[in-house]
């Protein structure tokens, strides 16, 4: 199997080196074009066999998965090259969240799929959010995620919870990696802990923390339960925490919501725009 990856920026070339360190895929079933061709170079050099494409086109001659790994205005113009070259054999998937997969099916002749991956997949772990067109059957549906399963756990949902699933998903390392900095630069500020000690024990609890509510099998409540001794220390923090932080979630999945609805706008401009395909 061949696959295609138009863009090798931070989401594209972490996809391809996770596919081919998990053994997914060889190098030499992989092709890739970038704007910049340097950043497609480098991981070529890095991975010898994998085919870099001088225009975006050439990625897609004979691959079965083609990853659209661009920014969101981007894509009217990329789809506008690539369209008279898309067969219907072949699965052509979005990684970002505002392009809409009416978009593609309404431009492509092949069967469309939106995933939002993680930063988690660079581990092999993590969730990835798969959506699909209205003509992709099972049988490719499985194809995907049996590539996605090397690297994550591919979870199938509806392209309305887009957004809320990405917050979650996505965007989560980076919302808890900052709380966990906090935490940790409050340690080092209050009792002079190293930051490094702190970090490595910091980065071990939430290691187990993700094991005990995933393999585990707890809720958060009973973790919480768990730890927290009635009247002791941790029961003492968490009613702070309940006090000091009521709300800011909210107020979080408002703000990443006001501006996915910001990009969407975006595209549905850059589509009209370009008029794909000279309709």
Same mark, same amino acid.
């Given at each position: 199997m061949k696959i295609g990856f138009i863009g090798a920026g931070s989401m594209g070339s972490l996809l391809i080196e996770s596919f081919i360190l998990s053994e997914a895929v060889e190098p030499t079933q992989i092709k890739v074009s970038n704007r910049s061709i340097g950043k497609a170079q480098a991981l070529a050099y890095k991975y010898p066999g994998i085919e870099v494409e001088s225009n975006n086109v050439h990625v897609v001659y004979e691959t079965e998965i083609v990853f659209l790994c661009i920014k969101p205005h981007e894509f009217a113009t990329v789809i506008s090259e690539i369209k008279p070259y898309?067969?219907?054999?072949?699965?052509? #998937?979005?990684? $970002?969240?505002?392009?809409?997969l009416s978009h593609l099916e309404a431009e492509l002749n092949c069967r469309v799929a939106k995933i939002i991956p993680s930063i988690t997949n660079k581990m092999w772990s993590g969730a990835t959010l798969c959506i699909y067109g209205n003509q992709i059957e099972e049988t490719y549906q499985t194809k995907l995620q049996k590539l996605l399963s090397y690297i994550s756990?591919?979870?199938?949902?509806?392209?309305? !919870?887009?957004?809320i699933v990405s917050d979650i998903s996505s965007c989560g390392p980076a919302f808890f990696a900052f709380l966990l900095q906090q935490f940790i630069d409050?340690? #080092? /500020?209050?009792t002079g802990i190293s930051r490094e000690g702190a970090m490595k024990i910091a980065s071990n609890m939430l290691l187990g923390t993700g094991l005990l509510l995933t393999e585990g099998g707890m809720t958060t409540e009973e973790v919480q339960q768990r730890v927290a001794v009635p009247g002791g220390i941790t029961a003492k923090a968490l009613q702070l925490l309940s006090?000091?932080?009521? *709300?800011?979630?909210?107020?979080?999945?408002? $703000?990443?919501?006001?501006? !996915? !609805?910001?990009?969407?706008? %975006? %595209?549905?401009? $850059?589509?009209?725009? /370009?008029?794909? *395909? *000279?309709?």
């Open positions: 898309v067969h219907e054999e072949q699965i052509i #998937v979005s990684i $970002t969240s505002p392009v809409l756990e591919p979870i199938k949902i509806e392209e309305s !919870y887009t957004r409050s340690a #080092v /500020e209050e006090r000091e932080t009521s *709300g800011i979630f909210n107020e979080l999945i408002r $703000t990443t919501h006001a501006k !996915y !609805y910001e990009d969407l706008e %975006v %595209v549905n401009q $850059t589509f009209d725009r /370009e008029e794909v *395909g *000279g309709q």
